[in-house]
C-alpha cells in the first residue's frame, strides 16, 4: 500500500485528527493548507462523498459540477470580488484575462439558472456538486479542518417562495442529519438567526469532541470550523494608524452597528460593538469589533466556564447606568469588561457615549479604556464567513421566472455546504484514542484490518491469504498486512488506522482452526473458527 | 430536470460531440475551454470514471487525489515551468508566494514517492487519480475535446527496473484496451517510438469516427486530441526577423534533426526537417519544422486519400538524386513538396544543402522555395505535447531505492493519462446520426427514455408513472419525459439525448396492455406487453 505509518507524532500538529492522519499515512503536505489524499483518505473520503450523493439526491438535489475557473468579472457584478478580499485566489489567462479559483459557486449557478428556467414550471430546483473550492485562508491549519484547496458539498436550491424555500431548506436539514449521523459524527444543532438570507434561520451544527479537549464547531454552509477553545481565525487586520483625539458625533436615532455604520458611512469593522451577559448573577460587559459576533463558548471558557451565561436584558444593562444602543466601554466602574481581541485590530474606533444619540469617533483601547480580559471570543463563523456568505447569498435574488400570469418574480435561493475532507477530520476528532483512529464502519477505508504474524512461515501466509481471498469474495473490504513486521509493529498500525474489526492469523490460531477476532473500539479479543469468520464479521459491521 | 434541450445548432460547435451536448444541455460554457457539467452530463462521466476506476485497480493501480494548487519551485526543480511556458496557469497567494494550477502530477508525485518509498519491497506501485488539471490551450474548442479545465485519469508507475516498467506498461495498455471497449469507443493501436521514454515504446490509439468526416486523434498521456482533418494545434510560434541571406554550413557527418540542433547550436524549430514518402508511387518530399512531426492521417489526407502511404526508402530517395541526411527542398524539380505550415511560423531556418557534410542557414519558404501543398500535417502530440511530456519525464528518474544490498538505483517511472471529458467526446464523435447521440449503455446517463404522450390524460400520467416505479424498482435508470410536450418535441429530445431504449406510454398503447420499445440505434419500433417491460429491457441492454 501506497503511504508509510509513522510511530512519532509530527511536531506541527496540533488537533488529533491531524496529527493520526499524517501517523497513519492518509495525508501528504503539498504547502500551507494543501494536501494530498494518500490511498487511505481517499477510500475514505469516497464513502464520506457517497454518503452525501445518496442523502442529498433523496432530499431533491441533482448533482453537477461546475468549473473552478471562472472569469473575475462574475465576482465583481456580485460585488463578492471586494468582500472575498485576498482569500480569492486570482489570476490571469494567457490573453491576460482575470479569472479566479472560485471559492463557491453562488455567481456561476445563478448564470446557469438563468440560462435554464424559464418558467415558474422548473422550480423548484436543488443542485449541488461536490467540487474542489480554493480559498488563500490566511492562517491554515489543523489538518484537513482549514484548508486552501478542498473538497466541498455545495448545494443550492431555489425557490419561487418562501414556502417553498422552506421546504428546501427543511430537506437539506433533514439530509445534514442524515448525513453527519450516518458518518458517526454527534452534532447538536443551534438554530441561529440569519437575517440576510431573507427571514427563515439557519442552523448550526455543533460538534463537540470526544474528550472535551476541543470543541469543533461546523458551520452549516461548511466554511468554518475551529478548535473553539483555541479559536484562531482570521479577523481582517486593519492598517495601523496615528491615534486621533475623541470626538463627539451626533447619531440621533441610531442604536444598531448597521444603522451607524451607515449613517457615518464607516465600516462595521471601524466601530466596537458593546454586548452584554449575565455570568453567575454579575453584568459583564463584552467589546468586539463591529464586524464580529461573540462565540459564547469562548466567552464562557475565558469567564472560567461561566455555567448559565445568557446575554443581559434590556432592564439588566439600564439597571448598571448604561444607555443602550449607544454604551461605552469607556468609563466604567465595578463593570467586568471582556474584549475580544479584534479591539487591538485597528485604532480609531466609533463607540458609543453612554448616552442617547451619540457616539464616540476615535476611541482606543488601551488608551481610552482596559478590559480586564482580552482574548479571542469572536463567533468565527458568524462574523467571519457565515455572516458575509449570508449577505453575499442576498445578493443573488437577482433571478426572475414568470409566474402562471407571466409576472416577474425573484428566485429565491437557499445555500447549504459541508467541507468533505473537514467532515472526516470532525469525525476523527470524535472517534479516536491515545492509540489512534476508531472509524465508523460506514466510512472507514477498509471493514477488516488482516493481521498475518510471522509471514515467512508458509503455514501462516497460506492461511492468511486463504482468508483474505474467501473474506473478499464475501464483500468484505481487507486491508491485509502481509508485511514482514514484528506483531508489535502490526498491532499498533492496525490501531493507528482504525478500521472496525481486527483479525489475526497466528500459527496457534491455525492449529485450533481459529481467527482472533476484535472490535477496534473494544479491548477484549475473542476466537472465532475460521469457517465462520466472514458471517460473524459481517454481523458484527451490521451491528 | 437541470438543463434545457436547444433545437438548434449552436453556431460556434464544429464538432459532432460539442454541438450535440450543448444542444442536449449537457454542458454549460463559462468561458474558452471551461465547462461546467449538467446533470446529463456528469452522470455520463462518472460512469467513464468508473469503468476507469475499475480497470486501472485491476491493472494494480491505487487512487489517490493530489492537489491542484503546487508551489511554482516543484516546476522550476524539473525545469518544466519554463517548458510549459503559458499554459502553465500561474498565481500568488496572499502571502505573494508563486504557485501554479497542475496540469499533470509527475513534479507532486515524485516528492510523494520519496517521501513512502524506502526499499525495493515497496515497489512496484501503480499510482492513479482522477483529478481536475488546469492547462492553459492558446486554442481551447470543440467542447470537450480541447479545454483548460478538465479531469483527467493520470496514472503513474514506478519499478525498479526495465523488466518491471514493461510488466506495469503492459498492465495499463490492457486496462487502456478494456476501457475504450467498454465506453463503447473503437481504437486503432499504433506502436510508436519513444526514445526519451527510456527505451519502451508506447501506444496510441486513434480512434476513427463513423462518417469518415472527422479523425481524432487521442495519445495515451491524453494531452491531446484534435480532429486530425481541420488539424488545429498549438505551434509554437517565432517571432519574426528579417530574411537573411543563405549561407552554407559545415556540418561534417551531421544528418539528423538532432545532431545539427546540437551541432550549429540552433534549437530544433529553427531547423527545416525533410521527410520523404511514397504515395501512389511517387516520391513525396515533406518538408516540417523540425521540432515537429508528420501525422501521416493528415498527410494523407491532404493528398486526398493516398493510399499505401508509406516512408520512401533511402534508395527511393537517392533515385531521385537527393541526398538523405541534408537534402533541401530548394532546386527540386518534379517531386511534389508538402510542407508543414510550421514552415511558415518561423523564418532563416536551418535545411539540407543537397550535399553530404553540409546545411543552409537562412533557408525561408516563398523566398527560396515553394511547396506545392501547404497545411497542417503535423503530428499533434508528437511534436507539441507527448514529445515534450516524454522528455520532461525522463527527468524524474530522479528518484533512488536501496536494493538489496543498499545500493541506490534509479527509479523507472511511466506515465499514462486519459482524458475523461475528451474520452467522452470522443465516444459521441464515434457514436451519432442525425438526429443525436447513440450513447452506449455502459456510459449513458440513463437506461431508459420513458415518453408519456399526454401526460393531462389521467390515465396516461398514473400508467406512465406506474411503468416508472416498476423499472425503477427493478433496479433501472430512467429518465422520465413526464413534460406537457407534443410527442414530437418528446422524441426529438429523446433521440438528441440518445439513451439506449425508448419506452413509449400512450392511451392506445394502455388500452392493448403494451409498451412501445425502440433501441435508439434501431428505427424499428416493437411493441411488448407491459407486464414484460422490465424484463425485455435489461435483456436488451445487455445484448
Redesign the interface.
Known sequence: ????TQRNDPAEAELASHRLMLRA?MI?Q??AG??????LA??T?RKIEQIIREEIDAAGG??????????LEFWEQSGRSEAMG??L???H??RD?P?V?APTHEE?LTY?VK??V?SYRDLP?I?YQIQ?K?R?E?RPRGGLIRV??FDMKDAYSFDVDQDGLDVSYDAMAQAYRNIFSRCGLETIEVEADSGAIGGKDSSEFILIADAGEDTIVLCPSGDYAANAEKAVFAKPQQDAEPLLPIEEAHTPGIKTIDELSKYLKEPARKTLKAVFYMAMGELVFVVIRGDLEVNEVKLSNVLGGAPGLRLASPEEVQEHGLTAGSASPIGLNGIKVVADDSVDMGSNFLAGANKPDYHLRNTNHHRDFEADIVDDIALAQRGDSCENWARATAMFWIAHYPDENGEPHLILMGCYGIGVGRLLGATIEQNHDENGMVLPATIAPYDVSLVALNMQNETVAESAQALYDELRGAGLEVLFDDRNESAGVKFNDADLIGLPIRLVVSLRNIRDSVVEVKRRSSSEAETVATTDVATEVKAMLAG
Open positions: 500500500m501506497f503511504g508509510k499515512g501528504y503539498v504547502s494543501v494536501y494530498s489524499y494518500m490511498p481517499l477510500r473520503l441533482q448533482e453537477v459540477m461546475m468549473s473552478a475557473l471562472q472569469p485576498n482569500e485566489f486570482r489570476l489567462d494567457r484575462r479569472l479559483l456561476l446557469m440560462a435554464n424559464n430546483l443542485i474542489t480554493f488563500d490566511p486552501r484547496e
